[in-house]
């Protein structure tokens, strides 16, 4: 009996072991998948806010300012900042220095890029404009990477166009490092940018690439449509949920929360709102969607229209001479033919009584 007891109590102490020493090697699993995860990353302050950490509403067409609250505040856009991607490829193509049919071949560079992406192989070959569509829908980093290097050498010089161009907008308080907007590798930095400065790079975009609505607009579309199609979605929600949305572009990366830069166009008139560094998706999509309602609303009203022009017509014809109730002043000839009508009265009257004489006359010779 005592044997049985003794047996018992090694059974139970032998499972506890078991079980704790599977926990610890559960425990040590999730932690080497955790440091896995963040390997190679440079660790970058949060920098999210409920609901948002800045947003501005500002009027598409003049940039004037209709609603901001910490539009000044720094985040991390992440690939908000394609939009700036596309603001240099645009600027080349309206330049005439690249083409939308040009080939890009696909490297092993950009083949190897993580995050949303079309899965590019190296060695596949799209047209400029294929990837375009890429970068704005499906938020390609893959195509980000393949059209920065196709374009200007290396990520390195793409980044460089992007933060010229950011020098000329105004974006005094954006800085760009990456093609893409994923978190920086060890030793590097992340994209940073405001509400503001964001909402001058659409108001750019727009204004002098009107075309862009073209690709932001665009809710799916087809990747590699002769081979294994790949179906792109957008992740703009705001397309389908807000009436007049056609753009622009979303962000996301876990210390910079949700971003995003939405644009509507009611009767006329196009309104930009940005929301950046929002905790929840959804938070930040109800947001965009008030912002842009409360854009409209502000907005100022149209001045009224100029009056009709009319047009005058120029002749070399002299002056009208005035009307007048006086005489015209007589001239010599007007005098003679006085003269002359008064003769031709009295010689009327005188034939008149030479002729009766005459007739009486002869009458009494009879």
Same mark, same amino acid.
């Given at each position: ?18 079980? +704790? ?165 060890? &030793? ?20 002098? #690439? ?26 703009? #929600? ?16 876990? +210390? ?38 409360? &854009? ?46 008064? &003769? ?10 030479? &002729? ?11």
């Amino acid at each position: 009996m005592k044997t049985y007891i003794s047996l018992r109590w090694l059974s139970v102490v032998a499972f506890t072991v078991v079980v +704790a020493m599977s926990g610890s090697a559960l425990a040590a699993t999730h932690s080497t998948k955790k440091s896995t995860t963040t390997k190679g990353r440079t660790a970058l302050p949060n920098r999210t806010a409920d609901p948002y950490l800045g947003a501005i509403v500002v009027d598409g067409t003049t940039g004037q300012v209709l609603f901001e609250q910490n539009a000044d505040a720094a985040g991390f856009p992440a690939s908000v900042i394609k939009l700036m991607d596309m603001m240099v490829l645009l600027d080349k193509i309206s330049a005439g220095q690249i083409s939308l049919s040009n080939s890009v071949t696909v490297t092993a560079e950009s083949a190897k890029i993580g995050g949303s992406q079309v899965y590019l192989k190296e060695g596949e070959v799209f047209t400029l404009e294929d990837l375009m569509y890429a970068l704005m829908i499906q938020s390609a980093n893959d195509s980000a990477m393949a059209m920065a290097l196709s374009v200007a050498g290396s990520a390195a010089g793409f980044v460089e166009m992007m933060n010229k161009k950011a020098t000329e907008l105004g974006m005094s308080n954006t800085a760009f490092h990456s093609v893409h907007g994923l978190p920086p590798s060890a &030793g590097q930095v992340g994209d940073t940018s405001t509400p503001r400065d964001l909402s001058k790079l659409a108001c750019a975009l727009i204004a002098q #690439h009107p075309e862009i609505l073209k690709y932001t607009s665009t809710q799916v579309r087809n990747f590699r449509p002769n081979t294994t199609p790949f179906v792109m979605r957008s992740h703009n #929600h705001l397309l389908h949920e807000f009436p007049g949305c056609d753009g622009m572009k979303t962000g996301y990366i876990t +210390a910079g929360g949700f971003s995003i830069v939405a644009t509507a166009q009611k009767n006329g008139r196009r309104v930009i709102a940005v929301v950046l560094g929002s905790k929840d998706r959804k938070v930040r999509d109800a947001k965009a969607v008030e912002l842009l309602s409360k &854009g409209f609303a502000a907005l100022p009203p149209l001045p009224p229209p100029p009056p009709p022009v009319v047009a005058t017509v120029t002749t070399n014809l002299p002056a009208a001479l005035p009307v007048t109730e006086e005489p015209l002043p007589e001239t010599p000839h007007m005098g003679w033919l006085k003269i002359a009508g008064i &003769g031709f009265a009295i010689g009327l009257v005188a034939l008149g009584i030479g &002729g009766y004489f005459l007739k009486k006359r002869s009458r009494n010779d009879f």
